[in-house]
């Protein structure tokens, strides 16, 4: 079994910093990538960003040089550095690894934590 802890949510004010940390325990295997999605009030999951084994990152354009995603494989861990924060990153996010183990891979999620941007 695989369980992905996540950390770091909170209130913050616009133009404010939080970081998110997200740890994977458990029979995990050989970890792929690692990212984050998000999820608002009434709209669809929607990606953040994500980044490989070897720590290729990419990010979707709404959070391009403000978000940073980072990993550290030693401690399964990934990270997402969040800067210059705007109300419209108010969302639940979410972390997720991609396990691989005999027979295939599978992809993990975190539970969740609450991010709040205050105007």
């Known amino acids: 079994q695989v369980q992905l802890v996540e950390s770091g949510g909170g209130l913050v004010q616009a133009g404010g910093s939080l970081r998110l940390s997200c740890a994977a325990a458990g029979n995990v295997g050989s970890i792929n990538d690692m990212g984050w999605y998000r999820q608002a009030p009434g709209k669809q999951r929607e990606l953040v960003a994500t980044?490989?084994?070897?720590?290729?990152?990419n990010y979707v354009d709404f959070v391009k040089g403000r978000f940073t995603i980072s990993r550290d494989n030693a401690k399964n861990t990934v990270y997402l550095q969040m800067n210059s924060l705007k109300p419209e990153d108010t969302a639940v996010y979410y972390c997720?690894?991609?396990?691989?183990?005999?027979?295939?891979?599978?992809?993990?999620w975190g539970q969740g934590t609450q991010v709040t941007v205050s105007s």
């Open positions: 980044i490989t084994s070897s720590g290729t990152s």
């Open positions: 997720y690894a991609d396990c691989s183990r005999f027979p295939g891979t599978l992809r993990y």
